[in-house]
């Protein structure tokens, strides 16, 4: 048997109704008893499902003939019945709650999952990045190095090659330039 979101409530204030009844009189445990029978087939109607063997399992032994004793077998029978009756009820709505929590993580599991494949994409966009990011890097290394080269080259000054007579005749005209320098001075 299975409870429905909107029958949940009903069934909640039936537990809450039966742990009252526990202190009722016979008559009131009886009273009660019927009614969770009825609630619980209306239950069975509504979702389309079959009764449950316990309700039907709980009819009082009738004794043919002899209806006094019948009567005495319902009023002892029902009032030691009405433990095994909440107890159906409170397994009813354990079983509700479980199918909802179970129903939860599920959601949850599937919402995990859902972020575990968008996290594995966004890391595999992201070492693509990360591949792209190191060519560029190392393109500007390559280019930052020939810049180097280039500007060293553009700013080296060249060696002249003098043989012995072209030194010496730079030296005489450095030398009378100097004495000269030192005259006027």
């Known amino acids: 048997m299975k409870i429905t979101d909107n029958q949940i409530d009903r069934l909640d204030s039936l537990l809450i109704e039966g742990i009252v009844s526990l202190s009722s ?5 009886n009273e009660y008893i019927d009614k969770v029978k009825n609630v619980i087939k209306g239950f069975c109607t509504e979702n389309g499902e079959s009764f449950p063997d316990w309700i039907d399992l709980t009819i009082p032994p009738r004794f043919v003939g002899n209806d006094e004793r019948t009567k005495q077998s319902e009023k002892d029978y029902y009032p030691d019945l009405l433990p095994h009756f909440l107890n159906m009820l409170r397994e009813l709505q354990a079983q509700y709650y479980s199918r909802m ?3 939860e993580y599920r959601k949850q599991t599937h919402e995990s999952s859902r972020q575990t494949i968008e996290a594995q994409k966004q890391t595999k966009e992201a ?8 060519l560029a890097i190392t393109i500007s290394g390559f280019a930052v190095v020939v ?4 500007l060293c080259l553009s700013t080296c000054t060249r060696t002249i090659k003098v ?3 072209q ?5 005489q005209h450095c030398f009378i330039d100097s004495v000269v320098m030192r005259d006027t001075l």
Do not use: C, F, H, M
Not at 25 to 29: A, V
Not at 147 to 150: D, N
């Open 25 to 29: 009189l016979p008559k009131g445990k």
């Open 101 to 103: 929590q179970l129903e």
């Open 127 to 134: 070492q693509k990045a990360n591949k792209w990011t190191v």
């Open 147 to 150: 810049s180097i080269v280039a």
């Open 163 to 165: 043989d012995e007579t």
């Open 167 to 171: 030194y010496q005749e730079i030296r």
